[in-house]
């Protein structure tokens, strides 16, 4: 009866552990503009689709980093080193000030950034006298990005886009993502990635270009601890464990 009792109570404090929540969430749209706009920096609202670009030079040495991000649905990026940064309803000006304030924290370095807005968020062509009938707009294709990221669903697929580039758009990965184990699944094929070298490291030649229809998984870390709580449950089911099947 005591090993029953034991074997019940080693269930109930390894499910809450040993448990993970993926919430999936769709890539939403944000307005479109036309052909022709004249896009005017501190006016210009940024938001979901909008690619922008940054230039970071670190140090007495000028280590020169160079990167590319599409705003996700959210509105963030994930800046490498740095963090999660919320640019949604931003103008170019404002964005820049927020990410130079967030490098700052992060950086002792002294260091240089320059930021711009490389392409702005997807762009159709109307007929004239027609705005509501668009003349072309592409079929979409998507990219899924699941597991331990602030916000996996289905993404847009734009070309020429890496790996890095969708953890971004997923809003960078949890604290409890293991990223050196990532995957990339492609029709029947399996890829792993190290995508802790490509994203904190900034190992580029790792970063996988992606394509339509791949599913990016990053798994949990099997041990990860929120708490001293959650450690405190661990080390008592070990001890349960113990007295249970081996004494």
Known sequence: MRKIISVLLVICLLVPLMSGMIVAQDAGSFSDYFVGDTIDETSYKLGPGDQVSANLIVGNNDLSFDYNFVIGPDGKIFFPKVGEIDLLGKTIPEAKDLIDEKIEAAYKEKYELSFRLAQPRRVQIYLTG??????????????????????GGRFEYLPGKKFSDYISYAGGPTPRA??????????????????????????????????????????????????FGSFSNMLLTMVLLYNTFVK
């Open 130 to 151: 027609s705005e509501q009938k668009p003349l072309y707009i592409s079929e979409k294709k998507f990219v899924s990005v699941y597991g331990e990221v602030a916000k």
């Open 178 to 227: 293991n990223l050196a184990l990532a995957t990339i699944t492609r029709q029947n094929e399996k890829f792993s990635i190290d995508g802790s070298d490509v994203i904190f490291n900034g190992n580029t030649s790792k970063d996988m270009e992606i394509m339509p229809g791949d599913v990016i998984n990053i798994p949990a870390q099997f041990f990860y601890f929120t708490d």
